[in-house]
């Protein structure tokens, strides 16, 4: 069965410095999608950044970045210049193949708060 | 290009009532998911939909719980007979294909008193 585990209940940063949050999944498929949401105090799920499997340049979004390691099924976030506003619970996410193809469903980690201090 | 729309966004039901939470997916999405919080918890995989079927239901609970996408209007999730463990945050997504960015609504936060 595919599980996404995030280690890390809590991080803190200084506001503009770099921090990078854990993910490691684990699936015996050969497709699927890694994503990472955040989501700020007020409720929404905002969508950071997403990498295929067999993509084999780490994506890059803006700020955020995916060190991609398939061999040891990493899949870590990575925020450089971290600013007040990137304070939130973040989590790392993926769909899979399973036996009907890739339906899109997402599995959740449990979550890791990060805070931002001025 | 509106997102995805969840209404209401709060709810307040006493228990043994019924609740009806409603999503709207993005123009052009014909895929929608449904899932639910828990208070302290990551989001939880309940329902797949396409336009008039139900591809994935292996996260529903088997008793109470019921989910539909019309082909005309939108996507429903019905709980009859609230408990208090129902009380949590629903959120709906939408993709345009299977496997891309899925594109959440704010949710609906579930109150079961």
């Known amino acids: 069965a595919q599980k996404i585990t995030q280690t890390q209940p809590g991080m803190f940063v200084q506001e503009k410095e770099a921090v990078t949050l854990d993910c490691t999944y684990d699936t015996s498929d050969q497709s699927y999608g890694l994503f990472w949401y955040k989501q700020p105090s007020s409720g929404e799920m905002i969508f950071l950044i997403y990498q295929g499997s067999y993509d084999e340049q780490n994506a890059t979004e803006g700020r955020y970045s995916l060190n991609f390691q398939k061999a040891r099924k990493s899949a870590n976030l990575v925020i450089s210049a971290s600013q007040l506003g990137d304070s939130a619970m973040c989590f790392c996410?993926?769909?899979?193949?399973?036996?009907?193809?890739?339906?899109?469903?997402?599995?959740f980690g449990q979550g890791t708060t990060l805070q931002v201090k001025p | 290009n509106a997102g995805v729309m969840q209404n209401p966004r709060h709810l307040v039901r006493r228990r043994g009532q019924e609740a009806r939470l409603r999503c709207s997916p993005m123009k052009g999405h014909s895929h929608v998911y449904w899932y639910r919080q828990l208070p302290e918890e990551g989001l939880k995989f309940m329902v797949y939909?396409?336009?008039?079927?139900?591809?994935?239901e292996s996260g529903m609970p088997k008793e109470r719980f019921s989910a539909e996408f019309p082909k005309e209007g939108p996507s429903i999730l019905r709980i009859q007979q609230v408990v208090r463990g129902d009380s949590a945050a629903y959120f709906c997504?939408?993709?345009?294909?299977?496997?891309?960015?899925?594109?959440f609504g704010q949710g609906t936060r579930l109150t079961v008193v």
């Open positions: 939909l396409q336009k008039e079927n139900i591809i994935d």
């Open positions: 996410a993926m769909t899979f193949e399973g036996g009907s193809g890739n339906t899109g469903k997402l599995i």
């Open positions: 997504a939408s993709s345009s294909t299977t496997g891309t960015e899925a594109f």
